[in-house]
């Protein structure tokens, strides 16, 4: 029997499980921090080895399961026998049985795992380290965006080498920094969905005797003082990821930074490649000791600092994967959206439509081995062009590195980006046609920069931002379709390298001085018609067509309809139904476009006009809801869609022009149908019918009321055939 001790401590270990209900089910241990997942099949088992295999025990999914699992495998079985399971390799299986809600019980074939017994055994010999508080350290949330972190731009910082007692120093240092990050181009345009967090660790490492997580070290000559460490051998990695991981799940985890209290020295941050994200770790040193330089690397910032440009510039190192913009550069490596190598020629390279904006020069900076930058490099890193130049005076990115950073910040935000890739190999995305989700409210800057595939732009009304070079070097852009009636302001930059007089721009009528006076000169501007809806009545008696057109007027993505006008309408076919002008009445099938009418081809033989497929149903306007923009685009043709509203004789359910036998057979075959889905059965007929007809005792769903009444109608019909009053007086299309 397991001891208190090891249940505990077996409780403790957190276990995901997920449960798909089909052929397979996955469950994910997760006991030793590594997370091994393995799939099992659902069907019969293999004979195994097992301890207490045939005792079963429910559980929902909760830290319970493990401790059960436990309870059933290893239940009166001794170290010495799980030494010697583990010298023989002798496979363990355990059969599990998981309840779910949705699933009911299921039961699996579970193996155990070599470092679950080994974790067992060292429990039960009391061999197990003892555990410590994962981060005893204090954490601040320094600014929070008020989103989930899954949804937000999440940096942490960590000081290194300050004492408890200056736990306010460290912290107004991270806030500084992070207050001149925030109003740096392009972190300041995502401000909104940032959140940050700062851990104030205090300690002494081991190896150097500074600073608990290795960042700092003495210089050569200790009166002068110390310096950020130039390698990552004495840096502890995994300690800093395990504090971080603490307060942040690692998925989650956007940039990492460490502040560290050192009199010298500048920063450094390791660089990963990842097409996405990958938050790996950067250290800046806060120079305390440190004193302006020729060429004004130390430049101050605002607020009377020298490292924030550093410390800002590793972020470009760890988050934006951008390399060093000068010849110390360990080489080129044409992942990095900032490099080239030799063999591209100045004509050829990846950022070519940016040369002459944001410091990008026509002819890119070669060093010795022949690789280029995009930007001007200076021997004095103030004077450069590109913040990762070298940084001190530099207050902004290029082009081409503001960019890359906004693309990585644009995956987590969710917003548009299909500007061209930093990759060499890989440099065009493939979008002619582009269409702004309703309810966007910005295209960010640089969002399609060099992206000469897009020929079409939809920009839905609720945008009212377009960033600086939003479009630069979009040179296959024939047509925008900008719905906004109020104009978004632009500029020369923002269509950078794009001839406007080749680009019809498509606008809401009334609005073309407006949109001159917003920037829009230049393009040939083009007024589209009103938005509307056209609802054609074709009435079901007589054969007229009238029609009423009710205009759109979109606000933030929506319009809202004139429920008054399609009431209007509609009442005048209800009105002929109560005074009996229709000797059994029509149903309301739907409305239908002139594309559903010709899906089949079809015509009634009534009316000669085209019916809709057997089976469909139709659009149902709700007046009580706003017609979104998006969908009223798809189906629109030059800024109108026409409806035209389809009744069908009541009972008449295979919409053939009258109510036969065959009307109360399809029904039939229907509820049959249904009363096989209700029994988890395939349905045996699945006839197409139009339920709207079908239901004629009103009533919310299609009935064995309803074939009755049919039914008994079609008798009083035989009765009146033959010259008898009818039997049931039964009225179709009546409660």
Known sequence: MLNRKLRKRIMAITVSLTMIITSFAAISFDTLGAEQSYNYSAGEWQESLNYKADEFEEVHFTHDFIASAADHLFEGVGTNALHQILQDEIPIYGHLRVYSDYGGTMTYRVPVQRKEIEYVIAVMDDTLPQPFDINPFPVTRIMYSGRSHEDSIVIILLSDGFTEEQHDIALNHAKNAMDSMLDTRPFNFFRDIITIYFIHTTGTNTETGIGYLGTIRELELPEIGTTVTNTSATMQTDRIHELVDSVVARPNQTMIQVIANAGHGTGWAWMQWHYLLNATIGVTSIRYASHPTPGGSNILWPNGTAWHSTFIHEFGHSFGNLVDEHERQVGPTELRANSTSASIADIDVKWRHWAGYRNVLETPTRFPNGWAVPAYVSEHTGQSGCMMRGAGGNRDFCGVCTAELIRRMAHISGEAFHGRSP?????????????????????????????????????????????????????????????????????????????????????????????????????????????????????????????????????????????????????????????????????????????????????????????????????????????????????????????????????????????????????????????????????????????????????????????????????????????????????????
């Open 423 to 735: 990759v060499t190999t890989n440099p065009l995305p493939n979008t002619p046609i582009v269409t702004m989700s309703t309810g966007a409210t910005r295209i960010l800057d640089s969002a399609f920069h060099g992206n000469t595939s897009l020929n079409t732009m939809i920009i839905p009304p609720s945008v009212r931002y377009i960033g600086d070079f939003a479009f630069i070097g979009a040179t296959g852009l024939r047509i925008i379709e900008n719905y906004s009636t109020t104009p978004q302001q632009i500029n020369s930059t923002t269509f950078a390298g794009v001839i406007r007089s080749n680009v019809d721009v498509i606008i809401p009528a009334g609005t073309t001085q407006a949109y001159i006076a917003a920037g829009w000169e230049g393009f040939r501007l083009i007024e589209r018609q009103g938005h509307k809806i056209t609802l054609h009545f074709y009435d079901a008696d007589d054969g007229t067509n009238m029609y009423v057109k009710i205009p759109l007027v979109f606000d933030e993505g929506y319009a809202s309809i004139d429920a008054a006008a399609i009431a209007d309408i509609m009442g005048q076919m209800e009105e002929k139904n109560e005074t009996g002008e229709n000797p059994y009445g029509f149903a309301f099938w739907g409305w239908f476009t002139s594309t559903e009418f010709d899906a089949e081809n079809r015509t009634s033989a009534r009316t000669g006009r085209r019916r809709p497929t057997v089976g469909t149903t139709g659009f149902k306007f709700n007046t009580n809801e706003p017609i979104a923009f998006a969908w009223f685009d798809e189906y629109a043709i030059n800024g109108n869609i026409d409806f035209y509203a389809i009744f069908s004789l009541w009972g008449d359910v295979n919409d053939d022009d009258d109510v036969t036998v065959a009307d109360v057979t399809l029904i039939h075959e229907y509820l049959f149908d249904q009363s096989m889905i209700l029994l988890g059965l395939p349905a045996h007929f699945s006839n197409p019918l139009n339920i709207h007809a079908g239901m004629v005792t009103i009533g919310a769903e299609l009935s064995v009321a309803d074939s009755t009444r049919i039914e008994q109608y079609l008798f009083d019909q035989s009765m009146i055939l033959i010259g008898l009053p009818p039997y049931f007086n039964a009225v179709l299309g009546r409660p």
